[in-house]
């Protein structure tokens, strides 16, 4: 007799019915677990947006299972946590094996290796297939390099695959990279008609769940008022074919650009769905290469969005993996300040933070810029403890799941690596933020003021920090520019920054 008895356990960013943890699925005795955990959207204060989306998405793919006849166990609302739910189901079952997708959380994936040893049951973690590069490869790739750049992991990821290359090797267009082309503002009069991307009226299982959340989670923060998110993969393709037909040829030269009350932009709105696992990056980078062709789209745009996804999703997920569970604990500048109360509100006087804050509460989403330099960009010239600036991202946007949340956020917005896999820190002054968006146009705030009532907090952070860490910066040659301009300012107005930087630093609560 055959006592073998496998279980799959099918995570909610896993949804994918072609996925690897259902690849051999054996319908006579195989089982499959999904467990809704309210635990695992307490751990960090989540949006209720985010929570609505996973539960949604998740009872989707659950009833999709059911019509396939696959026998699924659907543990709804349970009150333990998700390894807690599963240990009862194994001894109950007397489980032999278990079988799953590595997990988006470092912590997950320790916990599951821990209850296999516990319960002295086999444990299959398949590797995620939803990405290009694989682990291996991935430290391969790094092996013997004293810089982890960005640029030639993508140059790598696009000769492997062959994307945009021509058959001898060399990029299209003569440029690995069309950066430069790609950071423009909206014209001074404003953005002007953005054609809209499809967004998606709940149906009754999405309006059921978001009665859940607002009941179960009612403290939590963010609003469901603007709930339009694909919960299913037939949803998500459908995304995505709208935004390569009408979207792709504007997201390129505006993906750097802010306007206030504009806040999806030309930007895909697809990470979501990418990271519950509804569409594939292979199919996400075959629309927009088709779409190239099909539309004559300008090859700067097509090339900026695969960088996206061939580059930096692959990169940020590679780092994850490498540096955890370090990465986590990191904090190169020993910075330890709490995180301002009005992150979770939006009631700030700075017009930029308010609206990118704002937009984050009412939708779950802001753009990659808002992120980096807007509320990243204050967080870490504020000197907040980077592990509850971590914390905030990853409760507070739909699409974050700590393998890509983390490595953006400590390594690439709060240099919190001490520059692990980028040059120089992310960091700009209120000018920045003039020049990509009209945010100082409204704000009580003069963005060029370095010090005094009308200083825009931002701009005296920003000479403060250079000012404080100025021999470190002109140590690296790339950030060596930075503080050529302190020069301009005379020690008697560096002392003044310095002084107002030490007072906007004891009353961030009030900003
Ligand atoms: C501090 C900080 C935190 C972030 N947290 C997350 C997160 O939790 N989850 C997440 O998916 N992205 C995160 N990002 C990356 C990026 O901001 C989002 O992927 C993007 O804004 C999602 O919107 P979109 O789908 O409209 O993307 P688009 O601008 O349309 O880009 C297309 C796709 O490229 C991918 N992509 C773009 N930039 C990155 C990047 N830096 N890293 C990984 N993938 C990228 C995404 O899959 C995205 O859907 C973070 C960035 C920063 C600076
Ligand atoms: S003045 Fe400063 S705080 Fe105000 S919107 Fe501009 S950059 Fe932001």
Same mark, same amino acid.
């Given at each position: 007799?055959?006592?073998?008895?496998?279980?799959?356990?099918?995570?909610?960013?896993q949804l994918d019915l072609k996925g690897a943890?259902?690849r051999?699925? &054996?319908?006579?005795?195989?089982?499959?677990?999904?467990?809704? =955990?309210?635990?695992?959207?307490?751990?960090?204060?989540?949006?209720?947006?985010?929570?609505?989306?996973?539960?949604?998405?998740?009872?989707?793919?659950?009833?999709?299972?059911?019509?396939?006849?696959?026998?699924?166990?659907?543990?709804?609302?349970?009150?333990?946590?998700?390894?807690?739910?599963?240990?009862?189901?194994?001894?109950?079952?007397?489980?032999?094996?278990?079988?799953?997708v590595?997990?988006?959380?470092?912590?997950?994936?320790?916990?599951?290796?821990?209850?296999?040893?516990? @319960? =002295?049951?086999?444990?299959?973690?398949?590797e995620d297939d939803h990405f290009y590069c694989s682990?291996?490869e991935?430290?391969? !790739?790094?092996?013997?390099?004293?810089?982890?750049?960005?640029?030639?992991?993508y140059?790598l990821m696009r000769k492997t695959h062959n994307i945009l290359v021509?058959?001898?090797?060399?990029?299209?267009? %003569?440029?690995? /990279?069309?950066?430069?082309?790609?950071?423009?503002?909206?014209?001074?009069?404003?953005?002007?008609?953005?054609?809209?991307?499809?967004?998606?009226?709940?149906? @009754?299982?999405?309006? +059921?769940?978001?009665?859940?959340?607002?009941?179960?989670?009612?403290?939590?923060?963010?609003?469901?008022?603007?709930?339009?998110?694909?919960?299913?993969r037939?949803?998500a393709l459908?995304a995505l074919e709208?935004f390569v037909?009408?979207?792709l040829?504007?997201?390129?030269?505006?993906?750097?650009?802010? !306007?206030?009350?504009?806040?999806?932009? !030309?930007?895909s709105?697809l990470s979501?769905s990418l990271n519950l696992k509804l569409l594939n990056p292979r199919e996400v980078i075959n629309a927009v290469l088709q779409a190239w062709?099909?539309?004559?789209?300008?090859?700067?745009?097509v090339?900026?969005f695969i960088r996206q996804i061939l580059g930096w999703r692959e990169f940020?997920r590679g780092?994850?993996? @490498?540096?955890?569970?370090?990465?986590?604990?990191?904090?190169?500048? %020993?910075?330890?300040?709490?995180?301002?109360?009005?992150?979770?509100? %939006?009631?700030?006087?700075?017009?930029?933070?308010?609206?990118?804050?704002?937009?984050?509460?009412?939708?779950?989403?802001?753009?990659?810029?808002?992120?980096?330099?807007?509320?990243?960009?204050?967080?870490?010239?504020?000197?907040?403890?980077?592990?509850?600036?971590?914390?905030? $991202?990853?409760?507070?946007?739909?699409?974050?799941? +700590?393998?890509?949340?983390?490595?953006?956020?400590?390594?690439?917005?709060?240099?919190?690596?001490? %520059?692990?896999?980028?040059?120089?820190?992310?960091?700009?002054?209120?000018? $920045?933020?003039?020049?990509?968006?009209?945010?100082? &146009?409204?704000?009580?705030?003069?963005?060029?003021?370095?010090?005094?009532?009308?200083?825009?907090?931002?701009?005296?952070? $920003?000479?403060?920090?250079?000012?404080?860490?100025? =021999?470190?910066?002109?140590?690296?040659?790339?950030?060596?520019?930075?503080?050529?301009?302190?020069?301009?300012?005379?020690?008697?107005?560096?002392?003044?920054?310095? +002084?107002?930087?030490?007072?906007?630093?004891? /009353?961030?609560?009030?900003?």
């Open positions: 007799m055959n006592s073998l008895k496998r279980l799959v356990l099918i995570l909610g960013d943890a259902l051999d699925f &054996d319908f006579k005795t195989d089982e499959v677990v999904m467990i809704e =955990s309210i635990p695992e959207a307490q751990y960090v204060w989540s949006h209720k947006a985010k929570i609505a989306l996973f539960l949604s998405a998740m009872r989707h793919f659950a009833k999709s299972l059911k019509e396939l006849n696959y026998p699924l166990e659907y543990i709804q609302a349970s009150p333990l946590s998700i390894v807690a739910a599963l240990k009862e189901k194994i001894a109950q079952e007397r489980i032999t094996h278990l079988i799953c590595e997990p988006g959380e470092w912590r997950l994936k320790q916990q599951l290796e821990e209850l296999a040893k516990e @319960l =002295s049951i086999g444990l299959e973690m398949r682990h291996q991935f430290i391969q !790739w790094t092996a013997g390099k004293k810089e982890l750049r960005l640029e030639y992991f140059r021509d058959s001898e090797g060399n990029p299209e267009g %003569g440029q690995w /990279n069309f950066d430069q082309d790609n950071r423009k503002p909206y014209p001074k009069k404003g953005p002007g008609m953005i054609e809209a991307p499809v967004l998606f009226e709940p149906d @009754l299982v999405t309006k +059921e769940v978001l009665e859940f959340v607002n009941a179960t989670y009612s403290d939590h923060p963010g609003s469901l008022d603007d709930f339009w998110w694909p919960v299913t037939e949803q459908e709208y037909e009408y979207r040829r504007n997201f390129g030269i505006f993906q750097d650009a802010m !306007w206030t009350d504009t806040p999806l932009g !030309w930007h709105i979501s062709k099909k539309y004559s789209l300008d090859l700067s745009t090339e900026g940020v780092m994850y993996y @490498l540096d955890m569970p370090r990465m986590a604990k990191d904090n190169y500048y %020993g910075h330890q300040r709490s995180l301002p109360k009005w992150y979770w509100t %939006g009631k700030t006087d700075m017009a930029c933070m308010k609206d990118a804050i704002g937009q984050t509460l009412r939708y779950g989403y802001a753009h990659h810029i808002q992120r980096l330099m807007v509320t990243g960009n204050f967080a870490l010239l504020s000197e907040i403890l980077p592990s509850e600036v971590c914390d905030w $991202y990853l409760a507070i946007y739909v699409d974050a799941i +700590e393998w890509v949340e983390l490595p953006n956020t400590a390594g690439m917005a709060l240099f919190a690596n001490g %520059g692990r896999f980028t040059s120089k820190p992310y960091i700009a002054s209120g000018a $920045y933020i003039k020049r990509m968006s009209n945010y100082c &146009d409204s704000c009580k705030y003069k963005p060029d003021v370095r010090f005094g009532d009308a200083a825009c907090p931002i701009t005296t952070l $920003y000479w403060n920090f250079l000012i404080k860490h100025r =021999s470190q910066f002109e140590s690296s040659p790339r950030a060596r520019l930075m503080t050529a301009n302190l020069k301009r300012i005379s020690d008697e107005d560096q002392k003044s920054i310095v +002084e107002h930087a030490d007072q906007l630093l004891n /009353n961030l609560n009030n900003l």
